[in-house]
């Protein structure tokens, strides 16, 4: 009997060091997204999306940039990226560098997270301990967390072509002459979100995307009546255990509803995994990392139709 049970810790040990393994891998996947009625394009129409989110890049993980770097030659009708480019201030340069040579044909735009603007870190073990953990019993971590220097980050982005959306709207024309309009809310997991501010500039007739990057309050973002809302934050739980599924999400987000393609807050929401973890817990359990391509078509009615 003791020989069984040190045998099954001995293989359960292997499978979850192989699984942790496992999740360094990052996912490429690719979802197709009919359009709504409202958006006005031909039918059959395609638009291609880069989704990119929670990189947490530091000048130590700079692996985590790999995955994009094999994308450069790609193209896309827009690179949208949902926050947490950065864990701290190393990570700037590099990350802003790499998605800079994303190539889009519309733009590439992005918003921030709550870990561009601070740098969560722990001087001992309890601080440490309250940070990884401050999602589950609600511990105040800001303030033994520094200030990440966005102004800089801000700067980074724009000169690689990246366009920051605080609170903002960003519009254009397809080529085949129809609108589009980005909407991006600044972070709300740290209650920097104005979404109001944007109401008035929805165009009925135009692409809707929002990004946001916490599945937070999102009935304010009902009145845009988006063909999507973009986000991350979960990291699709992180650290997942079998049949229970998440720890926390650490947003409105359930469980069952912490990663994909869902429907919270009477919007179509896509909450992206993530690509890296955060310098407190760097290991995933069960959540593999993801970039995601996700195709907005609108279906052509005569293949609808009986």
């Given amino acids: ?53 929670d990189i947490h890049l530091t000048a130590k993980n700079l692996r985590l940039l790999e995955p994009l770097e094999k994308l450069g030659d ?34 590439k735009f992005s918003v921030l997270g709550n870990h561009d603007y601070l740098c969560y870190q722990g001087r001992n073990p309890v601080e440490w301990f309250k ?25 980074k ?37 104005r979404p109001q501010i944007l109401y008035p500039c929805v165009a009925d007739s135009a692409l809707r995307i929002v990004l946001t990057h916490s599945p937070v309050r999102l009935e304010s973002l ?15 739980g992180q650290i997942r255990l079998p049949l229970f599924g998440s720890l926390t999400t650490h947003s409105d987000a359930d469980r069952k509803m912490s990663a994909g393609l ?15 973890e955060g310098r407190a817990l760097p290991i995933r359990f069960l959540s593999p990392p993801e970039l995601t391509e996700i195709v907005i078509f609108k279906p052509d009615n005569k293949c609808l139709s009986p």
């Fill in 74 to 107: 790609r193209l896309w009708d827009f690179v949208l990226v949902t926050g947490d480019l950065i864990d701290d201030d190393s990570g700037i340069e590099p990350v802003c560098e790499v998605i800079g040579r994303l190539k889009a044909r519309y733009g």
């Fill in 131 to 155: 940070v990884v953990t401050h999602p589950i019993f609600g511990f105040d971590c800001n303030r033994f967390c520094r200030a990440n220097d966005v102004k800089r980050l801000a700067e």
């Fill in 222 to 236: 009902r009145p845009f009546d988006a063909e999507i809302v973009l986000c991350g934050h979960t990291h699709g």
């Fill in 157 to 193: 982005l724009a000169d690689s072509g990246i366009r920051l959306l605080c609170n903002e709207v960003a519009e254009g024309k397809l080529e085949n002459g129809t609108p589009w309009q980005i909407f991006g809310i600044d972070d709300p997991a740290s209650d920097r979100d």
């Fill in 262 to 276: 869902v429907d919270l807050g009477g919007c179509r929401v896509y909450i992206s995994r993530g690509m890296g």
């Fill in 1 to 53: 009997m003791r020989k069984m049970i040190t045998r099954t810790i001995a293989l359960a040990s292997v499978l979850i060091l192989l699984e942790i393994f496992r999740n360094r891998v990052v996912k490429y996947r690719k979802v197709e997204l009919p359009a709504k009625e409202s958006w006005d394009a031909p039918e059959g129409y395609r638009l291609s999306v880069l989704h990119v989110s």
